[in-house]
């Protein structure tokens, strides 16, 4: 039976050129605007899924977990994504208010971990948002419960084709809603090959915003 043995040295990423230095005395007083900054050029380079992340969630109990989301915008305070009401991941965020959200892009060595409280978007908006979806993914989050059994997979296909091929609208289901993560606190970390890589934390205060480089 072989075996993966790991190397015996370490190997640190590296910052990859074109991507700006991390550097605190010249970070921006808000933290998402340093984010919409990086997420702008891991676009503009076109990394593979730039905006999928881990999520990570508690029970009321303290039982972690965590699962791959897309992130759909980095706003000013918040970071927007959309989810199942009922899931595990929905259940908890509603049980806890809080939430944290950690990004890794190769292609530029960096990464980013934050934490916050969870806001749940209004009706309104989530009928908007809802509405914006093209229909098959209308159709997918209406037919589709995350995390129950999946009984009857040819049913639910089924189902799902009939929702694409109707010319009625698909109204949003009540357990489909958008959420925004609003950070109180933020590290956002640059790799280098000889390990002492870079950090930027930021902590929000009743004053506001704080920052300043850790040890990594």
């Given at each position: ?128 948002r809802f509405a914006e979806d093209s229909r098959p993914v209308q159709a997918a989050r209406t ?20 929702l694409v091929a109707s010319a009625d609208i698909i109204p949003r289901p009540d357990y ?41």
């Amino acid at each position: 039976m072989s075996r993966l043995t790991p190397a015996t040295t370490n190997s640190f990423p590296a910052l990859a050129s074109g991507a700006a230095p991390l550097d605190a005395a010249s970070a921006p007083g808000n933290p998402c605007l340093l984010l919409q900054d990086w997420v702008h050029h891991i676009l503009s380079i076109e990394a593979v899924e730039p905006m999928y992340v881990t999520l990570a969630t508690a029970s009321a109990s303290g039982i972690p977990s965590s699962r791959t989301v897309q992130l759909l915008a980095v706003e000013d305070d918040a970071l927007l994504f959309t989810t199942n009401f009922g899931s595990r991941k929905g259940v908890e965020m509603l049980e806890t208010g809080r939430a944290a959200v950690s990004l890794y892009w190769r292609e530029t060595a960096q990464s980013v971990n934050i934490t916050g409280k969870i806001v749940i978007a209004t009706d309104a908006e989530n009928d908007r948002r809802f509405a914006e979806d093209s229909r098959p993914v209308q159709a997918a989050r209406t037919v589709s419960f995350h995390g129950l059994p999946l009984e009857d997979e040819a049913a639910q296909l089924k189902a799902h084709g009939d929702l694409v091929a109707s010319a009625d609208i698909i109204p949003r289901p009540d357990y489909w809603r958008w959420y925004r993560l609003v950070p109180d606190a933020v590290t956002f970390w640059e790799g280098h090959p000889e390990a002492l890589n870079r950090r930027v934390h930021y902590a929000r205060g009743a004053a506001g915003w704080s920052h300043g480089a850790v040890q990594s």
